[in-house]
């Protein structure tokens, strides 16, 4: 997980830990079908982002409430893992509190 923020987002992962071991996602986007286990981690970054655009095509920092919100909107922008992914992490008290499972 060091490896892939660094490499794929520039970042340096401070505190990284598991918090939804076992989550696993099947859904639909633009014609390509997922079906996947996919853990989830938490961590404290320093600094901006400096993504691969080969990796990433757009990131903004967003407060827990307007992601919740997000995940929410039938129209939203998230990706459809992230909107199952949301309520699970709000159940554990947000990212910087949830505990691993």
């Given at each position: ?54 990796e ?31 309520p ?14």
């Amino acid at each position: 997980m060091h490896r892939r923020l660094r490499d794929e987002l520039g970042l340096r992962a401070l505190d990284l830990r598991l918090v939804l071991p076992d989550f696993s996602y099947r859904a639909s986007l633009h014609g390509i079908e997922e079906n996947e286990l996919c853990p989830v981690f938490v961590c404290v970054v320093y600094g901006d982002p400096r993504p691969d655009a080969t990796e990433v095509e757009a990131w903004q920092w967003w407060p827990w409430e307007r992601f919740l919100d997000e995940a929410r909107a039938p129209d939203g922008v998230l990706s459809p893992w992230a909107r199952m992914q949301a309520p699970q992490l709000g159940e554990r008290g947000g990212p910087l509190h949830a505990e691993a499972a």
